[in-house]
T-cell receptor, first 115, second 109 residues
Framework: NAGVTQTPKFRVLKTGQSMTLLCAQD?????MYWYRQDPGMGLRLIHY???????AKGEVPDGYNVSRLKKQNFLLGLESAAPSQTSVYFC??????????????FGPGTRLTVL | GDSVTQMEGPVTLSEEAFLTINCTYT??????LFWYVQYPGEGLQLLLK?????DKGSNKGFEATYRKETTSFHLEKGSVQVSDSAVYFC????????FGRGTSLIVHP
């Protein structure tokens, strides 16, 4: 099992450019999440999905869009990148056990720099 | 809403010292509690968890007990190693997880 994979690992964008980050999991998890990690801020939830075809906003959704067309994939899009979106982005997935969140499995991260 | 408060770091220890990282939470109901660890340049991975009051989670010499009366889930290890240097995150369920801000641990030889 590859677990949770993220593509790309690194990316540099100019202000105003767009890009898509891809997350894939092979554990048949229902729930998937996108976080950003900034120094001193811990992990902040951007968007999440509770199943194929569903998405919901997290704590810091502005400037991002997501799609979950297939159960195993969760895409994070930046339509017009801004320097404030410079961060490390982590994808995660999890089971739900009797309606409760079980262990999350994280990808290795994507380091994004917006100039 | 749900929240998690962790002690601020960095925590700096010498090898073989005793470690405690405090974590307290605010939540309604009966959340599951987790400790995740993030090694440099990597994603988070589960260290241990507890799903009900008085449960003790343990892994790799680390332990934490779910204390409902004090709403705490403190992480402890009796003798830390240089390889334990990492960032530790406390988190709670029950649905969309809530994370603390993380505590950096630096262990010197």
């Amino acid at each position: 099992n590859a677990g949770v994979t993220q593509t790309p690992k690194f990316r540099v964008l100019k202000t105003g450019q767009s890009m898509t980050l891809l997350c894939a999991q092979d554990m048949n998890h229902e729930y998937m999440y996108w976080y950003r990690q900034d120094p001193g801020m811990g992990l902040r939830l951007i968007h999440y999905s509770v199943g194929e075809g569903t998405t919901a906003k997290g704590e810091v959704p502005d400037g991002y869009n997501v799609s979950r067309l297939k159960k195993q994939n969760f895409l994070l899009g930046l339509e017009s990148a801004a320097p404030s979106q410079t961060s490390v982005y982590f994808c995660a997935s999890s089971y739900q056990t009797s309606g409760y969140t079980d262990t999350q499995y994280f990808g290795p991260g994507t380091r994004l720099t917006v100039l | 809403g749900d929240s998690v408060t962790q002690m601020e770091g960095p925590v700096t220890l010498s090898e073989e010292a005793f470690l405690t990282i405090n974590c307290t939470y605010t939540a309604t109901g009966y959340p599951s509690l987790f400790w995740y660890v993030q090694y440099p340049g990597e994603g988070l991975q589960l260290l241990l968890k507890a799903t009900k009051a008085d449960d003790k989670g343990s892994n790799k010499g680390f332990e934490a007990t779910y204390r409902k009366e004090t709403t705490s889930f403190h992480l402890e290890k009796g003798s830390v190693q240089v390889s334990d240097s990492a960032v530790y995150f406390c988190a709670l369920g029950p649905y969309i997880p809530t994370f603390g801000r993380g505590t950096s641990l630096i262990v010197h030889p």
